[in-house]
């Protein structure tokens, strides 16, 4: 599946992913797959497109979770909606 990064709440360390129907999927950080020797999340960039799978549905309380996220090839697709970031403090 492929959608964009609408939504980061970096102090909390989670947000949403939206595709270009419209909906939308819950992230935490942790499921973005891990790059470089160090082995730190990668942290998401707004408008950013990317690839994931979706966790287990049985799981889930309420949005279904992307996981296993990475960078997609796919190009920004106009209008898929406004893209918020909030850090500590907001």
Do not use: W
């Not at 970096?10 to 790059?35: A, I, K, M, P």
């Amino acid at each position: 599946m492929v959608a964009q990064v609408t939504t980061f709440i970096e102090n909390r360390g989670f947000g949403f992913l939206t595709d270009s129907s419209g909906e939308q999927y819950f992230f935490h950080v942790t499921n973005f797959l891990r790059e470089g020797a160090e082995g730190k999340e990668r942290k998401p960039k707004l408008g950013e497109m990317v690839s994931f799978e979706l966790a287990d549905p049985v799981r889930l309380g309420r949005k279904p979770q992307a996981v296993k996220i990475r960078p997609s090839d796919v190009a920004v697709q106009a209008g898929i909606g406004a893209l918020v970031c909030l850090k500590g403090g907001e």
